[in-house]
Nanobody
Framework: QVQLVESGGGLVQPGGSLRLSCAAS????????MSWYRQAPGKERELVAV????????NYADSVKGRFTISRDNAKNTVYLQMGCLKPEDTAVYYC??????????????WGQGPQVTVSS
């Protein structure tokens, strides 16, 4: 069965750091681009970061650029999101997902369970 199991969510102070992990199984991880999304209560889900399967190419939302880093370890079937200089507005549920652009739009075949990240004093 396909699984994306996330860990690393929790409470952190403004200006602090937190690392999320997403361990994949049940599919060929190295063949997929991986992504992180987030959604705050009452707000739309937004794409935070994308890591392509090869070449080390990454993309970030403007709101997190320079503060967040997406990385992956294909040998461990794991994608990470290192978050630094955290702000209260980063508070959200964070989801890892496969990310596959198509002619009709991006397809997200698989999703993690979405742990909460709360940034507060």
């Amino acid at each position: 069965q396909v699984q994306l199991v996330e860990s690393g969510g929790g409470l952190v102070q403004p200006g602090g750091s937190l690392r999320l992990s997403c361990a994949a199984s049940g599919f060929t991880f190295s063949s997929y681009a991986m992504s992180w999304y987030r959604q705050a209560p009452g707000k739309e889900r937004e794409l935070v970061a994308v890591s392509l399967s090869l070449g080390g190419i990454t993309n970030y939302a403007d709101s997190v650029k320079g503060r967040f880093t997406i990385s992956r370890d294909n040998a461990k079937n794991t994608v990470y999101l290192q978050m630094g200089c955290l702000k209260p507005e980063d508070t959200a549920v964070y989801y890892c997902s496969t990310w596959r652009p198509t002619a009709t739009g991006v397809k997200n075949e698989y999703w993690g369970q979405g742990p909460q990240v709360t940034v507060s004093s």
